[in-house]
């Protein structure tokens, strides 16, 4: 599975982004899915996740209230709205997928998901 994160670039404090992933090649089901971003030096964290039939979506501490993740199953793409952005947002960030849901134990895990993509750059700078 090939996944293409889009949406990123910079960004003024207080601003918003919406990134979105989509599935390139055959058309794998984006139903189990996550973002994660990963700072310069830093290891890569979880941000948001969805999973099949949960109603719940999962966040990052640091980002609920600022970030929203959604699915269009129609065109098979996941987005993460992010609003109130702050200048420790800036990361390179990544979508993840995984075929089997994963339990919401091993969600923020970054090994938990098995399909990730290239990553886009969000610079949240003034």
């Known amino acids: 599975v090939q996944l293409q994160a889009s949406g990123g670039g910079l960004v003024q404090p207080g601003g918003s982004l919406r990134l979105s992933c989509a599935a390139s090649g055959r058309t794998f089901s984006l139903i189990n899915m996550a973002w994660f971003h990963q700072a310069p030096g830093t290891e890569r964290e979880f941000v948001a996740a969805v999973r099949r039939g949960d109603t719940n979506t999962y966040y990052a501490d640091s980002v609920k209230g600022r970030f929203t993740i959604t699915r269009d199953m129609a065109k098979n793409q996941v987005h993460l709205q992010m609003n109130m952005l702050k200048p420790e947002d800036t990361a390179v960030y990544y979508c993840?997928?995984?075929?089997?849901?994963?339990?919401?134990?091993?969600?923020?895990?970054?090994?938990?998901?098995?399909?990730w993509g290239q990553g886009t750059q969000v610079t949240v700078s003034s």
């Open positions: 993840a997928r995984k075929e089997n849901r994963p339990i919401s134990s091993a969600i923020r895990q970054a090994g938990t998901w098995t399909d």
